[in-house]
C-alpha cells in the first residue's frame, strides 16, 4: 500500500488547513479540543485513504480478456452507441466509484493508443445517464487484435479533477496505470458487440482483478 502521487498536494493543504483549526480551537475554545482532533484525525485518515494505491497481483489471463479499470459497483450494461469516436453499436460497461472506492484507474486491456481526448463540462451526478456525455470527462480508445476499445473516464458531482497518463501512439500494457479520478466518479468502457460478458449489475469489481469480459 503506497499513497498516490496525485493526492501530496491535496494531503499537505489538507493538514495545513486541519493544523490551523486546531491551534484556532487551542488558543479560543479549548474546551472544543479534543472533539476538534477526533474530527481532523477521522478527515485526515479519510483524505489519506482515499489517494492510496492497494499493492494487487497482476495475473496472467488469456490476452482478449478486459479486467475492470477500476474499483465500484457495475451500475449499467446496455447496448449503445459510441459517437464520439467509434461511431458503431457498442456494449457499454459502467462502473461507479464512490468516494470510498480506491480511485486509481488502470488500463483494462493491452494495445495502442488510438485516440484521446479531454472534455471539460458539467458535474452531475456520476450515475446520471447524461454524465458520459455532459460531464467532465477523458476518453480513450484502444487498438487490440484489430478490434477497438473504448475507455471513458467521468467526472462526478464532487469530482472536479480528471488525470490520464496514455498519449496517441502509446503501447500499454494491460493491469498498468492509466490515470486517477479525484472523488466521486464513474468510468464506461464501450466493447465491440459480440464481447463476452461476465459481469452482471450490482456486480462489486476490483480494478486489475475483476474481469469484465473477452473480445
Known sequence: MRIHKEGF????????????????????FPNLLYWGLLICAILFIFILSFFRVPNRPVKDY?????????????VVIEKTFESEYLKSECVMISIFMSPLNVHVNWHPISGNIEYT?????????????????????????????GKRILL??????????????PKIHDSVNRANELGFIKFGSRVDVFLPLGSEISVKLGDRVR?????????
Not at 498536494?9 to 479560543?28: P, Q
Not at 472534455?119 to 487484435?145: C, I, Q
Not at 480494478?207 to 473480445?215: D, R, T
Request: net charge positive; glycine share 8%; with cysteine.
Open 9 to 28: 498536494a491535496t494531503i499537505l493543504y489538507s493538514f495545513i488547513v486541519l493544523a490551523i483549526i486546531l491551534l484556532g480551537l487551542y488558543y479560543f
Open 62 to 74: 488469456d490476452p482478449n480478456v478486459l479486467i475492470s479499470p477500476c474499483d465500484g459497483k457495475v
Open 117 to 145: 481526448q479531454y472534455h471539460p463540462g458539467k458535474y452531475l451526478v456520476a450515475w446520471d445517464p447524461k454524465a458520459s456525455t455532459e460531464n467532465e470527462r477523458n476518453t480513450v480508445s484502444y487498438m487490440h487484435g
Open 152 to 165: 471513458r473516464q467521468i467526472a462526478g458531482a464532487m469530482a472536479r479533477r480528471i488525470v490520464s497518463y
Open 207 to 215: 480494478g486489475q482483478i475483476s474481469v469484465l469480459g473477452k473480445l
